[in-house]
C-alpha cells in the first residue's frame, strides 16, 4: 500500500525507517520531510495542517494510510477531517481524535482526566487573566520549586519550573497578561512540584486494547548535568535501567491500564500513540504529562528496538484488533545523542554544511532539522542530526554513538556529552 507520514523531524525520520522496512508498504511519502528521509522515500511539499493539500494528495496518489507525527495536525483534527469526508473513507489515520488530542492540547484536560480516572498526578489548580491574583495567592500555598504551564501547546517550551515564589508570581503574569506564550498561555496550569526520577511509557492502542512500546529517557536541558534551557531533548536511552518489573506493574495497573479505560468510558475515539511523561517518587509512578504522538528524540530509541512489523500493527490499529497482533521487541539497548545548532534553543544560524554523514558506521543516522541543498546536506533547524546505536548494555550503546559523532561536522555543532549521566 502507499502511506503518507506527515512531518519533518526526526521522529518522522526515524518512523520512515522503520515503515519502509515493511513488505505491505509499496511507496511511502513524507511531508514535508528532510533530509534524512528524502534518501529512503519520496518528501512532498504538502503542509501538515493544510488538511484540504492532504486530502487532494491522498486522492492522487492512492494513498490507503496516513501516519501523523507530530501533535499540531491532531490537536487540528486531521482524524475526524479524515473520518467525516466521504471521498477519503477507507484511508486509515494513525493518530487520535481532536477530543482525543485535547490530553495533549490542553494541560487543564489532560489534568482533569487524570482527576477523573484516578491516575496518580501532581496536585494542581489553572487561572486566567481574570484570575491572576487568585493564582499568585495559590501559589503561596506550595512549597518551592513552583511548576507553571501554558494551557495550550508551546512547542514544548511552554512549562517554567522556578525556585523563587516572587519570580513564579511574576511568570505567571508574563504568561497570562503579557501572553509569554501567546493564546497557548491564555490559560496557566499551577502545579504541585514533584521530586524524582523522569521516565516516559509509550503505548500504542486503537482505543480498546493496548501494546506497551519499551519505556524510554530523555534529557532536555541544554547542558551537561542538565543545566540551561529546556531544549525539544538532546538524547534517550531505552530500556530504562530503573523501570524493573515491579515498577513496570505499577505503570501499568495504575496509568496504562486506567488510561486506556478511561478513553474507552468516555467515548474518545482513539487510534494510535500514547506518550505518557512520568516521574518516579520513592517507589511509586505519577503522571507529568500526556502526549497524543510520539516524543522525539525518544523515537530515534523506541522504534528501532520494535522487532515486528510496524504497519500491521498500524493496521491492526486501524480494524481495532491490535489485541490480536504480536509485539516483538529486541532485548538490545538503544540510545541517541542529538547534535544541535550552536546557539540552539536560543537564536541558531541555518544553513551550515554537513560533512562526515557517510563515514559513520554501526549506528543510525536520523536527520532531524536538515535538508538538500544541491549535493550538499545543511542546517535547517536548531536540532539536526540523532545518532541512534544499539548495544549490549545503555552504556556500550552511548559510547558507540560519541564515537560516530566524533565523524560529523558542521560549523557551531553542539551536542551534551554526558546523556545518561543520572544511571
Same mark, same amino acid.
Given at each position: 500500500?502507499?502511506?503518507?507520514?506527515?512531518?519533518?523531524?526526526?521522529?518522522?525520520?526515524?518512523?520512515?525507517?522503520?515503515?519502509?522496512?515493511?513488505?505491505?508498504c509499496s511507496k511511502l511519502f513524507v511531508a514535508p520531510g528532510n533530509a534524512g528521509t528524502d534518501a529512503i522515500a519520496e518528501n512532498v511539499n504538502v503542509n501538515p495542517t493544510d488538511f484540504e493539500a492532504v486530502k487532494d494528495f491522498v486522492l492522487a496518489n492512492e494513498v490507503a494510510m496516513v501516519v501523523v507525527g507530530p501533535e499540531d495536525p491532531l490537536v487540528k483534527g486531521i482524524a475526524d477531517f479524515f473520518?467525516?469526508?466521504?471521498?477519503?473513507?477507507?484511508?486509515?489515520?494513525?493518530?487520535?481524535?481532536?477530543?482525543?488530542?485535547?490530553?495533549?492540547?490542553?494541560?487543564?484536560?489532560?489534568?482533569?482526566?487524570?482527576?477523573?480516572?484516578?491516575?496518580?498526578?501532581?496536585?494542581?489548580?489553572?487561572?486566567?487573566?481574570?484570575?491572576?491574583?487568585?493564582?499568585?495567592? !495559590?501559589?503561596?500555598?506550595?512549597?518551592?520549586?513552583?511548576?507553571?504551564?501554558?494551557?495550550?501547546?508551546?512547542?514544548?517550551?511552554?512549562?517554567?519550573?522556578?525556585?523563587?515564589?516572587?519570580?513564579?508570581?511574576?511568570?505567571?503574569?508574563?504568561?497570562?497578561?503579557?501572553?509569554?506564550?501567546?493564546?497557548?498561555?491564555?490559560?496557566?496550569?499551577?502545579?504541585? !512540584?514533584?521530586?524524582?526520577?523522569?521516565?516516559?511509557?509509550?503505548?500504542?492502542?486503537?482505543?480498546?486494547?493496548?501494546?506497551?512500546?519499551?519505556?524510554?529517557?530523555?534529557?532536555?536541558?541544554?547542558?551537561?548535568?542538565?543545566?540551561?534551557?529546556?531544549?525539544?531533548?538532546?538524547?534517550?536511552?531505552?530500556?530504562?535501567?530503573?523501570?524493573?518489573?515491579?515498577?513496570?506493574?505499577?505503570?501499568?495497573?495504575?496509568?496504562?491500564?486506567?488510561?486506556?479505560?478511561?478513553?474507552?468510558?468516555?467515548?474518545?475515539?482513539?487510534?494510535?500513540?500514547?506518550?505518557?511523561?512520568?516521574?518516579?517518587?520513592?517507589?511509586?509512578?505519577?503522571?507529568?504529562?500526556?502526549?497524543?504522538?510520539?516524543?522525539?528524540?525518544?523515537?530515534?530509541?523506541?522504534?528501532?528496538?520494535?522487532?515486528?512489523?510496524?504497519?500491521?500493527?498500524?493496521?491492526?490499529?486501524?480494524?481495532?484488533?491490535?489485541?490480536?497482533?504480536?509485539?516483538?521487541?529486541?532485548?538490545?539497548?538503544?540510545?541517541?545523542?542529538?547534535?544541535?545548532?550552536?546557539?540552539?534553543?536560543?537564536?541558531?544560524?541555518?544553513?551550515?554544511?554537513?560533512?562526515?554523514?557517510?563515514?559513520?558506521?554501526?549506528?543510525?543516522?536520523?536527520?532531524?532539522?536538515?535538508?538538500?541543498?544541491?549535493?550538499?546536506?545543511?542546517?535547517?533547524?536548531?536540532?539536526?542530526?540523532?545518532?541512534?546505536?544499539?548495544?549490549?548494555?545503555?552504556?556500550?550503546?552511548?559510547?558507540?554513538?560519541?564515537?560516530?559523532?566524533?565523524?560529523?561536522?558542521?560549523?557551531?555543532?553542539?551536542?551534551?556529552?554526558?546523556?545518561?549521566?543520572?544511571?
Open positions: 500500500m502507499n502511506i503518507l507520514l506527515l512531518g519533518s523531524g526526526g521522529r518522522e525520520h526515524a518512523l520512515a525507517w522503520k515503515i519502509t522496512q515493511s513488505p505491505k473520518k467525516n469526508d466521504i471521498a477519503l473513507i477507507g484511508v486509515a489515520v494513525i493518530g487520535p481524535s481532536e477530543h482525543g488530542a485535547q490530553l495533549e492540547g490542553s494541560k487543564e484536560f489532560a489534568k482533569k482526566f487524570l482527576i477523573k480516572n484516578k491516575i496518580p498526578t501532581a496536585a494542581y489548580n489553572s487561572f486566567t487573566k481574570d484570575t491572576v491574583e487568585e493564582g499568585c495567592k !495559590f501559589l503561596e500555598t506550595l512549597k518551592a520549586p513552583y511548576v507553571l504551564k501554558a494551557d495550550g501547546l508551546a512547542a514544548g517550551k511552554g512549562v517554567l519550573i522556578l525556585e523563587n515564589l516572587k519570580e513564579a508570581q511574576q511568570e505567571l503574569k508574563n504568561m497570562l497578561v503579557d501572553a509569554k506564550f501567546g493564546d497557548a498561555s491564555a490559560k496557566v496550569v499551577i502545579e504541585e !512540584f514533584l521530586d524524582g526520577i523522569e521516565l516516559s511509557c509509550f503505548v500504542l492502542t486503537d482505543g480498546k486494547s493496548y501494546k506497551l512500546l519499551p519505556t524510554a529517557k530523555d534529557y532536555k536541558r541544554i547542558g551537561e548535568g542538565d543545566t540551561g534551557l529546556n531544549t525539544g531533548g538532546m538524547g534517550a536511552i531505552s530500556p530504562v535501567p530503573f523501570a524493573d518489573e515491579a515498577l513496570m506493574q505499577k505503570i501499568e495497573n495504575r496509568i496504562v491500564k486506567p488510561t486506556i479505560e478511561g478513553l474507552k468510558n468516555d467515548n474518545i475515539d482513539y487510534k494510535g500513540f500514547v506518550f505518557i511523561g512520568l516521574i518516579k517518587v520513592g517507589d511509586d509512578p505519577y503522571v507529568i504529562e500526556y502526549n497524543v504522538r510520539m516524543g522525539d528524540p525518544e523515537t530515534e530509541v523506541v522504534i528501532p528496538r520494535l522487532k515486528s512489523d510496524i504497519v500491521t500493527l498500524f493496521e491492526a490499529v486501524a480494524a481495532e484488533k491490535l489485541e490480536d497482533a504480536i509485539l516483538e521487541i529486541d532485548e538490545r539497548s538503544a540510545t541517541t545523542v542529538m547534535v544541535v545548532s550552536g546557539g540552539y534553543p536560543e537564536a541558531y544560524e541555518k544553513g551550515k554544511v554537513i560533512s562526515g554523514i557517510e563515514s559513520i558506521e554501526d549506528s543510525i543516522v536520523f536527520h532531524a532539522g536538515t535538508k538538500k541543498q544541491g549535493d550538499n546536506v545543511v542546517t535547517s533547524g536548531g536540532r539536526v542530526i540523532a545518532v541512534t546505536s544499539y548495544g549490549d548494555t545503555w552504556d556500550d550503546a552511548i559510547k558507540k554513538s560519541y564515537q560516530n559523532i566524533e565523524n560529523l561536522h558542521f560549523d557551531k555543532m553542539y551536542y551534551r556529552k554526558d546523556i545518561g549521566f543520572d544511571l
